[in-house]
C-alpha cells in the first residue's frame, strides 16, 4: 500500500513494493503481474502511477511489457550494463526504504 506520509512518489513507492517482491522471491521470473488497471484498483492510486512503476521495472529488465500484461524477466537473462546500472538503483532505494522502516 502506498504511505502518504512517505516522502517518496507514489509510483517510486510501487517501484519498490514490486522489486523488492522480486528479490525475496514472493514473484519469480515468467509470473505475468495483474494488469495496470487491477494493480491500480490494488492500490488505490492512479494508472499512470502504476504505469510509471511498471516502465521503471521494463527499463530496469526487470520485467517486460507486451499485449497489455507485464511479466517478470529471468535474472540470467544478460543485460547490457545500462541495465545493470538501473537495477543496481533500484536496489539501492530498496534498501534505503527498508532501512528507513
Sequence with gaps: MINPRDSRPAWQQVTETLTEAIRSGILVPGDELPSITELS??????????????????????????????TLRHYADPVPEVDRRAAAYLAQLTARSTSQD
Excluded at 41 to 68: F, N, P
Aim: no cysteine.
Design 41 to 70: 484498483a490494488l492500490q488505490g492510486i492512479g494508472t499512470g502511477v502504476i504505469r510509471h512503476a511498471l516502465e521503471t521495472l521494463t527499463a530496469a529488465r526487470l520485467g517486460h511489457s507486451g499485449g497489455g500484461a507485464t
